[in-house]
């Protein structure tokens, strides 16, 4: 398979097809909880993106030259959490003195990202055998897809605050009111996402 | 006292159903039964564990780097179960897949080594931490036996109805979310029945 074609199954695949809400479930909690708003939604998918990058290039770079090298590749779960709970923490601080601005828009949520199990999801799924080409990502893939990966989740995000501001005004069945109508909304929307399922122009090798 | 504690973590406090934690492994998780029962006594066994070494080194740690502690101690044990499941039961490994490594940042642990553990003797934390993952646990196989029969016509891979073909969606994506959305609802008709809100 040709390089080019790879990266466009790659970004179509993480914000369509395998889009992480709606068809992994990996970050379900910063979904339901920060989608009341399109504001804040704004905000947090836009943090999360930004994590997301940094954090697949530096466990794939950590991945490659030290857990490999030293094969002790079983300590990755542990490595790669504190790893994002660092970088988050750098991150934070970095902008706090170098962008006072984006530091005010996206700051409140950056803390709340270690804990999205999203995050450790892309780290994890990039150094893992991936279906495109039987081999684990290349870096630039790696940080393709967590961007992609990201994109698919503010997508999600900013649809469901979307309609979920439309649904404070409506009237709901006191007992679906809340949590239950949020889940079936979510349900019909990750309906709509599996129709595409049809969008992989290029099939997996060997599936 | 332990049936009152069973009670708690299963039905007045449910991690999944009524704190709402941990959702995306109980809802990844659930297409069969198997795979939710293995998801739930992996996450019992390293919610019990973590919860008795961090109660045992509560007065120890600093207050300031204490979440930090808590992720170590957690992923400790995780990576001894996906060790454990890689070596004895590797069919349930791949199905689950991510989902066992991601147990690290299920909010139910860490939430349970912040409110509970960290403020508690060993053995509290210890029985908190067996029903709160029994809890999980019910909940989980809940959800599971509702997909798997309604998704694949099976119950624990024996065939359910015969002559009946299944509603495939159930064990996709959507089902899992319409599954929760029903199963919320009903215990909130319960619960408001019980207090005698009409709904």
Redesign the interface.
């Known amino acids: 398979m040709n390089n080019f074609a790879s990266l466009i199954s790659i970004s179509i695949g993480a914000v369509f097809i395998n889009n992480f809400i ?8 910063p979904f ?1 909880g920060v989608s009341k708003k399109l504001s804040s939604a704004t905000g947090m998918g836009l943090a999360v993106i930004f994590v997301m990058a940094i954090a697949s290039s530096f466990t794939w770079i950590i991945n490659k030259f030290v857990l490999i090298q030293f094969d002790v590749t ?5 490595v790669f ?2 790893v994002i ?1 660092a970088l988050v923490q750098l991150v934070e601080m970095a902008l706090q003195k170098y962008s006072p601005s984006l530091y005010e828009a996206l700051g409140i949520y950056l803390p709340l990202i270690t ?3 999203a995050v ?2 892309v780290a ?2 990039n150094t ?1 055998v991936n279906t495109f080409s039987g081999k684990p990502y290349s870096f630039f893939e790696s940080l393709l897809n967590g961007v992609m990966s990201g994109v698919g989740f503010m997508l999600a995000l900013l649809l469901m605050a979307g309609l979920r501001e439309k649904l404070e005004l409506s009237d709901i ?4 009111e809340g ?3 949020s ?2 909304t ?3 929307m ?2 709509a ?2 129709g595409f399922a049809g969008l992989n122009f290029f099939p997996p090798i060997g599936g | 006292m332990f049936k009152e504690e069973l009670k708690r973590g299963i039905i007045t406090e449910n991690p999944i159903l009524v704190l709402v934690l941990g959702l995306c492994p109980s809802l990844a998780t659930s297409t069969s039964v198997q795979n939710g029962l293995g998801m739930g006594l992996a996450v019992t066994f390293v919610l019990a564990c973590s919860n008795v070494i961090i109660s045992l080194i509560r007065k120890v740690i600093p207050d300031k780097v204490r979440i930090p502690c808590f992720i170590v101690v957690i992923a400790t044990f995780v990576t001894i179960v996906q060790l454990i499941m890689k070596a004895y039961l590797p069919d349930l490994d791949k199905q689950l897949g991510i989902y066992v490594p991601l147990i690290v940042v299920n909010c139910i642990i860490l939430g349970r080594a912040e409110a509970f553990a960290s403020k508690n003797n060993i053995f509290k934390s210890f029985l908190d931490g067996v029903v709160m993952g029994l809890g999980f646990t019910t909940s989980l196989c809940l959800l599971s036996i509702i997909r798997e029969i309604l998704g694949s016509n099976k119950l624990l891979g024996l065939n359910f109805f015969p002559g009946y073909s299944p509603m495939t969606v159930f064990i996709l994506a959507p089902g899992g979310f319409f599954t929760i959305a029903t199963v919320m609802a009903v215990i909130r008709y319960i619960g408001n029945r019980k207090k005698g809100v009409k709904a």
């Open positions: 709606l068809s992994k479930f990996l970050g379900l909690c339901f079983y300590l990755q779960t542990i959490i504190l709970a804990t999205n199990c450790l999801g994890l799924i893992g069945p006191k007992t679906l949590l239950p109508i889940f079936i979510a349900g019909l990750a309906l996402f599996l």
